[in-house]
Structures are given as C-alpha cells and as structure tokens.
C-alpha cells in the first residue's frame, strides 16, 4: 500500500498487508463505531421522549436549523478520497462534545429528574472524543493526518427560548448519530476483508 | 388538555430569558435572509401559570418576502391540534391563541405549544409552566446513626404534585449559633431524604428545617430542634446463635453480641426479640429484654423450626432522656425444638403394639410410598413390618375391616405433612 498521503486505496494490491497492529487498530476503531452508533440511536429516542409531544410523535420534522461548527454529513462527500472522508469525521467527532455538553447542562435544568438521559449525554461526549482520537490516530499511522493544528472546534450553540433548545438538543443528538454512523461506514472500507 | 372558551388575559410569570454567551445562536425564530422561507416569534415565551389560569398568545409571522400572512397558521399544544375557535388572525401577519383553565403541564420540560404554517411545518415555539406553588414540606424526622451522621427525610406539602419541577433543600444550623448549612447528599433512603455525613455536634441543639421551591413560589417547613443523641440508632446485633436448651422440646436459647460499633456506650440498651414458625408469617415479639444479650425462648412447639431476629435500642446514650431508635432486626437464625418423645404429641413415632407376619402385594409400589411417608410425616418408624402387622390383622378382623378401614392397628391415624406450603 502506498505510503503517500491521501493514498489509501482500498482496492490496493493484495500482497500489500497493513502491518498486524494497525489492522487491529482499524478493527477496534470500526467496531467503537460500529457500536457507538447504536447508543446514538438509543440516546436519540430517549431524548425525544423526555421532551414530550411533538417531539418523538410520526412526522415530527422542526426546522433543520444550522448548528454553528458543524453541519450534517453530505451526500456529496462521499466522492471524496477516503483520507479526506475521514478527517472530515475526526472533525465532527472533535466538534461534537461540546455540544453535547451544552445539550446536557441544558437538559439538567429542565429534565432534572431524568439521571439515565442525563448521563447518557454525558458519556455520548465522552464517546464521540475517543471516537475522534481513534480516528486520528488510524489516519497518523496511515501517514495522512491532517496538516497543522486542528483549530479549535467553536464553543457549542445554546438557544434563548426552552422550545427551541429543545430543538436544538434534538439536532445535536441527530448529528451525532449521523456522524457515528458515516465513521463507521468510512472505517469498514478500510477494515482488511471489508466491502470495498 | 385546555378548555375551548377563550378567557381574560392571563397574569402569566414570565421568567427573563437568560443572558447569552457571545455564541452564534441556533434561534428558532431568526429570520434567514434571502432564503425564502417564513419562521415566527410566539409571545410569550416560556410563561409559567397556576392550573386553572388563562393565557393569551400570539404567534407573528415574518419572512422573506416581506407580506407572510397569519392565514392558515393554526396551533398545536403537546402535538395535539387545537380548535380554531381558540384562535384568531389579529392582523394580516399575527395569529392569536386564548386558552382557559389551563391542566398541570404533562412533563417537567413544559408544555410544547407550537405555532404551524399552513403546510404543517413549525415555525415557533413555546414550552407553557402549569402548576402550584410548593405547599409546606412537613413530618420531618431525623435519626443518628452511631452518633457520626444524620439523616432526615420529610413529606412533601401537596403529596409533592405541583407539576413543576419543585427543589426541596434541607438546611440546618446549631440552635444559638453558627450559620444556616444546607445538606448536600439527596436522596439517600427515598425520594425525600438527605444524608449529613461528618462534623456534628453533640449535646447542643439543630435547628432543621426543609424548603420547598419552584417557579411559582417557595415554602418552608416547620423547624425542627433535636440533640443528636435522642436520635441515635446503630446496627443490629450481630453474632445471633440460637440453640436448643438441652432436651426441652419447647425452648430455643437465643444469644448475642452488642453492636460494636457502641458497645463502649450502650449501659442501658434495650433489646426486642421476634420469632416466628417456619412456615408461618406472623411474627411473636419479645420486649423488656433489658441490656442482655442472651435470652430463652419458651412455650414452643415442639419438634418445630423457628426463625429468630434480635434488634437494638441504644437507650440513654451518653445520658440522653429520648427513647432512641430501634436497628433494623438482624438476619434471621433458624433452629429447631427437639421432637416430643410423649405420643399423640403432633405425630411422634408410630409405634406397633405387636404384630404377626404377613406377606402382601404390590411391595414395590408400597416400598416407595413408605419412603414418602419417612420423609414427610411425623412417623419415623414405618416399615414393611407394620403393614404387614396391619395386614395380618385385618385379615382376621374382617368385620373390624369394615368398620375401621384406613385406621392403624394402634388407634391413630398415621399423620403426614405433606408438601410445604
């Protein structure tokens, strides 16, 4: 496999083996997403339903507003080289704590007697950062990290009115689930054996 | 779920919102410039209101295009929609909403009331506060456990159904002096409870008090004076043995040790003893078993297992005058009274008066109904001799037969436990 960065191809000659350890690596790392993106869907439907009707009934779709820092993973990138799909994920997965953090403050003002959703939130922070460090370090022993200092992900959103930051929590749930679940889709790519 | 009639205008609590660090703002409500689209602004925002007020709203529409109309926008509270009689277009852009007699909210987080466009998108929101103040906490009752915490727990005013999220924070402070301290570990023994773990004082008075608060208003709680010492309570005692006295059949000797942990202190400990049959839940309770540790059981059946706890009240502690507060009973320690040798005493053992050989059928079946009987009935001594005893005998009584057919040659009737119930 070629050592240049931005050249990890998955359809590289065969005779090329990733070294044992970096495989190992990159099977622990896709399995973490594998099932992180199940807590993601858990936390996102236990959110909903401490947040009464609408939110959770069929059909309920509030504005898809954007969330300053980061935006939702878009189909287009999945054009993109392999490399650069993933440290657009390293990026979403480094941006995302705060937010939930903001999201747990938040809901321990106005579901203070809700402790499971409560810590849920809390470990989906700590998740999303081991998540996004696993990634980098597959990209840096893949010789294609990215260059200089990642910039400080943006203090998270909050939002003035309950109702809206009720919205705002539901958004932050939903882009943690979506960006989960699209690592989890890049990493299987690079997973020896896995789909191409 | 509201009643249909609009109302007065409500005096709702409106609580400011909160100051913003400098952050862009994810608002439902903001304007997006060029992008075509309408949203809204609900007034007012997050009104927190006594069940059974009224409320007035409005949900004002702006876009861009300039020109958004109030047509067809309706109101949903909760996800339900509500009846266009409870609202009304005030101008081309605002839509009004009266609501009366509002219900307690459904959930903590507010009521979700939400203004919709025509095609059933949202474009603003409002969380709605309906509830009670918080009624006076009261039955406050505290306990020392070995003198090095304290703990309290309390009923909340109202059964505790405000609606709203309602604080409760126990305080408390030495009688004469000192601050106002506020308990710090909830929830320890049930939902209404707080732990004091360290650095209290003995021989001089608290103060406790509970108070009670929510968006709609606070309440305090009674004061409570109490000396920790009148409050104290300690471990079971542990090391329970009980055993047979001897060969009486209708006494058990129970035996323990004073809870260690005030075992230096404890002159005038009480102790209450309560027993209870196996197979039974009543349990018997022996008091004024005065600073002992040892006490003897009597009137018991015999041949029967008992269950047998002991618990603690560490009375007059350091002088206290107060009764003190009983331990939890110890684990239960099991022993049984010997059987009863005299007869017709709860089934003892079948004795044969004297019997003649015989042979007789289906032995293997009656072998395994003898080894049935041995393990659950009251007759030890059952054999095939007996029923062959037995067989014999009614074989030359044969009018006897007729008469006593089932009764064992002695008289009695053979007793069996049967399955434990």
């Not at chain 1, 190992?24 to 936390?43: F, G, M, P, W």
């Not at chain 1, 939903?174 to 690079?190: A, F, I």
């Not at chain 2, 609900?42 to 300039?66: E, R, W």
Request: proline share 9%; charged share 20%.
């Amino acid at each position: 496999m070629s050592r240049r960065e931005g050249s990890l191809d998955p359809q590289a000659d065969s005779s090329v083996s990733l070294l044992p350890h970096l495989e190992a690596k990159i099977r622990q790392t896709h399995s973490l997403a594998h099932l992180l993106t199940k807590y993601a869907e858990q936390l996102l439907q236990e959110y909903v339903q401490h947040q009464g009707d609408p939110f959770g009934l069929p059909g309920f779709s509030p504005p898809r507003l954007p969330v300053a820092g980061l935006s939702a993973p878009a189909p287009s990138q999945a054009g993109l080289p392999l490399p650069e799909r993933l440290r657009l994920d390293a990026a979403a997965l480094a941006a995302l704590p705060p937010m939930l953090d903001a999201v747990r403050r938040r809901q321990a003002e106005l579901n203070p007697h809700a402790p499971r959703l409560l810590r849920h939130l809390e470990d989906a922070a700590r998740q999303a950062r081991a998540l996004g460090a696993a990634v980098e370090t597959v990209l840096a022993a893949l010789g294609a990290a990215a260059r200089g200092p990642r910039p400080e992900p943006p203090a998270a959103a909050t939002a003035a009115g309950v109702f809206p930051a009720k919205v705002l929590g539901l958004r932050v749930c939903g882009l943690y689930r979506d960006w989960v679940s699209r690592t989890e889709g890049d990493l299987s790519q690079l997973v020896p054996g896995g789909p191409a | 779920m509201p009643a249909g009639s609009p109302g007065p205008a409500a005096q709702s609590a409106r609580r400011p919102p909160p100051l913003l660090p400098l952050l862009l703002l994810c608002v439902l409500g903001a304007p997006r410039a060029g992008s075509g689209a309408h949203t809204a602004v609900i007034s007012p925002q997050d009104p927190t209101l006594l069940i059974g007020s009224s409320l007035q709203a409005t949900c004002s529409v702006h876009g861009d295009p300039p020109g958004a109309t109030a047509e067809g926008l309706y109101w949903t509270l909760n996800g339900r929609r509500l009846a266009p009689e409870l609202s009304r277009v005030l101008n081309a852009s605002t839509l009004a909403l009266a609501l009366a007699n509002l219900n307690g909210s459904r959930q903590q987080s507010g009521d979700n009331l939400v203004c919709h466009a025509r095609d059933g998108s949202i474009l603003a929101g409002s969380c709605l506060y309906v509830g009670l103040p918080p009624e006076k906490p009261f039955n406050i009752s505290c306990w020392s456990k070995n003198m090095k915490d304290l703990t309290c727990r309390w009923t909340p005013g109202a059964h505790g159904e405000t609606f709203l999220h309602t604080n409760y924070s126990l305080k408390y402070k030495l009688r004469w002096y000192g601050q106002d301290n506020t308990c710090e570990e909830y929830h320890t023994v049930g939902p209404h409870s707080c732990h004091i773990p360290k650095d209290l004082a003995l021989f001089t008075p608290y103060e406790i008090w509970v108070e009670a608060t929510n968006r709609l208003g606070s309440a305090r709680s009674d004061v409570l004076t109490l000396d920790i010492l009148d409050v104290v309570t300690t471990d079971p005692p542990p090391d329970v043995h009980v055993s047979r006295v001897g060969g009486l059949e209708d006494q058990l000797s129970v035996r323990w040790v004073s809870p260690p942990a005030l075992k230096d202190f404890l002159f005038q400990a009480k102790y209450q003893i309560r027993y209870r049959v196996e197979d039974s839940v009543d349990w018997k309770v022996v008091d004024d078993v005065s600073n002992q540790t040892s006490c003897r059981l009597a009137g018991l059946k015999p041949g029967t297992v008992y269950f047998v706890q002991v618990r603690c009240n560490p009375f007059g502690i350091y002088g206290s005058k107060k009764a003190g507060i009983w331990s939890e009973w110890s684990h239960p320690t099991a022993a049984s009274t010997p059987r009863s040798e005299r007869p017709g005493l709860g089934g003892g053992a079948c004795e044969p008066r004297g019997g003649e050989p015989s042979s007789g059928p289906v032995r293997r079946e009656l072998k395994q109904f003898l080894g049935w009987l041995k393990k659950h009935a009251y007759c030890s001594n059952l054999s095939f001799r007996l029923y062959d005893q037995w067989r014999a005998w009614m074989q030359k009584s044969h009018k006897t037969r007729n008469q006593d057919e089932g009764i064992l040659p002695s008289g009695r009737r053979g007793t069996a436990r049967g399955p434990a119930r």
